[in-house]
Each structure stands twice: as C-alpha cells, then as structure tokens.
C-alpha cells in the first residue's frame, strides 16, 4: 500500500482553500486542482509499504508526536515548485515554524532509521493546490488572504491511484497535546 505521514488541515482552512482554487480556475488553465478534503501538509511520503511495517511506522510517530503541542501556522503565499516560470506544482505557503520543521525532522530521523530513505530536501511547509498538466508560466500571482490556524492531527495516509484522480484514506490519527 502506497503511505504517507501528513498534518492535517482544520476543515475552515480547507473550505478557505477550495474558495480559493474555485477563484484560480478561471484564470489558470491546463491543471488538476485537487479537492478540499486532499488538503494537508506532506511531511513524508513513504511511498509502497507493506502492510505488516504499517505498526513499526504508527509506534515510531505516536512517539515523535507524544511531546508535541498544536503548531501554530498561518497562510502565507502562493507559489508553485520548481518555479513561477516553469510550475509542476502550485502550492499555498504556510508560515515558517520551528518546531514543526523540528517535528518534520524527528520523524524523518526515525523512519530513516527503520529502513525509509532520508528526505534530502529542505522541508518547506505548503499545501499542494494543484498539479500543471501543460507547460506554462504563471505571470501574475494569485493573491490569498492570510489565515491562522492550529494543527493540531498528523495522519498516516493511504493513497491509492484512479482513473479519477488519487483517494486518500486515513488509517492512523493522532492529536498533537494541548
């Protein structure tokens, strides 16, 4: 089973978001938006996984979530990776946050260490809006007002690929303390 490690989005951000790729999608052709409840920051994706390594995996976050408190995030910007001039990927920025980029890290140390390879980019706190179908460049950047939120739940995600676009099912929550 294709997984991966996210932190969720409240459900008044994900209404926020679907208003606001409802508002791209007539000024941005040639993408695949995704729907308001995919909505989540990647912290890892573990990619296929067999279903016996779904427990060792669920042990070791419950563990690198236990001290965490909610993280305090706020939307920041729209921006597409690897850049405006040739996107693959439109994302909305979220504010830095150290502690969560600390989480992100623990939890890597800790897969990596139970057979996951390495993250080697830098983490950067985005949530995926959608994926460009077509060459283009994106001259005039979408503006989206800001808006803060907790995270407050990290999932363990199973994605599975359709004809109609991927279905994420959870299969592991857990809530950050208060």
């Known amino acids: 089973m294709r997984l991966f490690i996210a932190a969720l989005m409240p459900d008044y951000i994900q209404y926020k978001l679907a208003n606001y790729i409802h508002s791209l999608r007539n000024n941005i052709d040639g993408v695949k938006w995704e729907r308001s409840q995919k909505l989540h920051v990647t912290l890892k994706f573990l990619g296929d996984v067999k279903e016996p390594d779904l427990n060792e995996i669920s042990n070791l976050v419950e563990k690198v ?105 959870p299969l592991k929550l857990f809530t950050l303390n208060n």
């Open 65 to 169: 979530v236990e001290p965490y408190s909610p993280f305090k995030m706020s939307i920041s910007d729209f921006g597409s990776f690897p850049s405006l001039q040739n996107p693959r990927v439109l994302y909305v920025g979220l504010s830095k946050n150290k502690e969560l980029s600390k989480f992100q890290n623990k939890l890597d140390d800790g897969l990596s260490q139970i057979g996951f390879e390495k993250e080697e980019r830098k983490f950067v706190p985005h949530i995926t809006i959608g994926r460009v179908k077509q060459r283009m460049s994106i001259k005039d950047v979408p503006r989206i007002s800001k808006a803060a939120f907790d995270i407050n739940q990290i999932g363990i995600i199973k994605s599975e690929l359709k004809p109609e676009g991927s279905l994420y099912t």
